[in-house]
């Protein structure tokens, strides 16, 4: 199975905060759950922890190479850029990333990368793998938090991401 590629500041194990959620679904493709993703529009439909979502040069709302966007999640207003974007393609699994911030002092700056994997494995199934990593007081306070509402959230949104998917078929 792959991996998804971390650039060395947000490698797992080193930064205040991570979480990695995954499922394997039957029946879906690994374009089929990109089709969901890569259009931001329909994330408020299946996620309820992004709203706001906007583009900074009017582009969008499909996601991109080096696209700017800004939306709200956990209540924090974030800013992102695409740093990786390689659409699905026989015999090679979709992956898409973005650096998010929210911009602040010591006490409220907050820096993440957000990773998407998604892998078509045999038998007609699909793996969604999404990992996050944090660094800011933030981030250090959301790991300590019990249930860890990051891990949760994420949860959610594979899962509405999956029932989005078969929803469209």
């Known amino acids: 199975m792959c991996d998804i590629i971390w650039p060395a500041a947000y490698l797992p194990g ?16 690994a ?52 740093t990786e974007y390689v659409p699905p393609a026989a015999g ?8 998010g911030w929210v911009e602040g002092d010591a006490a409220h700056r907050l820096d993440v990368h957000h990773a998407w994997l998604f892998e078509d494995l045999p038998g ?8 996050e990593t944090q660094n800011g007081a933030p981030a250090r306070e959301l790991a300590q938090t019990r249930p860890n509402p990051m891990l949760n959230a994420h949860q959610e949104w594979i899962d509405g991401l999956a029932a989005a998917a078969r929803q469209q078929k």
Do not use: C, K, M
Not at 46 to 70: C, E, Q, V, W
Not at 124 to 131: E, P, S
């Open 92 to 99: 090679q699994p979709a992956r898409v990333a973005w650096h």
């Open 31 to 82: 374009a089929e759950v990109w089709e969901l993703l890569d259009d931001t529009t329909a994330w408020p439909a299946y996620y309820s922890n992004a709203t706001d979502i906007r583009f900074h040069d009017g582009s969008g709302p499909r996601l991109s190479a080096g696209a700017r966007f800004r939306f709200t999640t956990f209540g924090f207003p974030v800013e992102a850029e695409v």
């Open 14 to 29: 080193t930064t205040d905060n991570y979480v990695s959620n995954e499922i394997t679904v039957a029946g879906l493709t």
């Open 124 to 131: 007609h199934r699909v793996r969604i793998l999404t990992q």
